[in-house]
């Protein structure tokens, strides 16, 4: 199972890179793995601002359709438009050009909370 060490985990299965005031957010390579092949990505909040853990869109897969949070207060500023076409690269890259969102957060200190590899082992058993 791939957890990249560099980055910082939800407990909904969420990964964040942050690169000063933007996160950049997708779903984990575990969360892609137990949805399966994923069809669809839908983020209709784009220019709004939200709160953490609040619903920013949904991702679909053959069997089932999962809401994605927020996992930081913020607005988001930019959506990975690739997805609208491609959405199977969050199958096939999940960490990288499956990216979802970019969000200017307004919270630092809900970074903080946010867990890191090896606490995110620990919850999906690796």
Same mark, same amino acid.
């Not at 060490?5 to 005031?21: A, C, F, P, Q, R």
């Not at 853990?53 to 069997?63: H, R, S, W």
């Given at each position: 199972?791939?957890?990249?060490?560099?980055?910082?985990?939800?407990?909904?299965?969420?990964?964040?890179?942050?690169?000063?005031?933007?996160?950049?957010?997708?779903?984990?390579?575990?969360?892609?793995?137990?949805?399966?092949?994923?069809?669809?990505?839908?983020?209709?909040?784009? *220019?709004?601002?939200? &709160?953490?853990?609040? $619903?920013?869109?949904?991702?679909?897969?053959?069997?089932? =359709?999962?809401? %994605? /949070?927020?996992?930081?207060?913020?607005?988001?500023?930019?959506?990975?438009?690739?997805?609208?076409?491609?959405?199977?690269?969050?199958?096939? *890259?999940?960490?990288? &050009?499956?990216?979802? $969102?970019?969000?200017?957060?307004?919270?630092?200190?809900? =970074?903080?909370? %946010? /867990?890191?590899?090896?606490?995110?082992?620990?919850?999906?058993?690796?």
């Amino acid at each position: 199972m791939n957890v990249p060490s560099n980055l910082k985990y939800t407990k909904d299965h969420e990964w964040v890179s942050i690169d000063g005031d933007i996160a950049t957010v997708g779903i984990t390579d575990f969360a892609q793995g137990e949805l399966g092949d994923i069809v669809y990505v839908e983020v209709e909040t784009l *220019d709004e601002t939200l &709160e953490k853990d609040e $619903v920013f869109g949904t991702v679909e897969a053959v069997k089932t =359709v999962s809401d %994605l /949070l927020l996992p930081l207060s913020g607005e988001i500023v930019e959506f990975n438009e690739k997805l609208e076409t491609e959405p199977e690269i969050v199958n096939s *890259d999940a960490f990288g &050009e499956g990216w979802m $969102v970019k969000i200017k957060f307004t919270n630092p200190t809900e =970074v903080e909370e %946010l /867990l890191d590899d090896e606490a995110y082992k620990k919850i999906i058993g690796g």
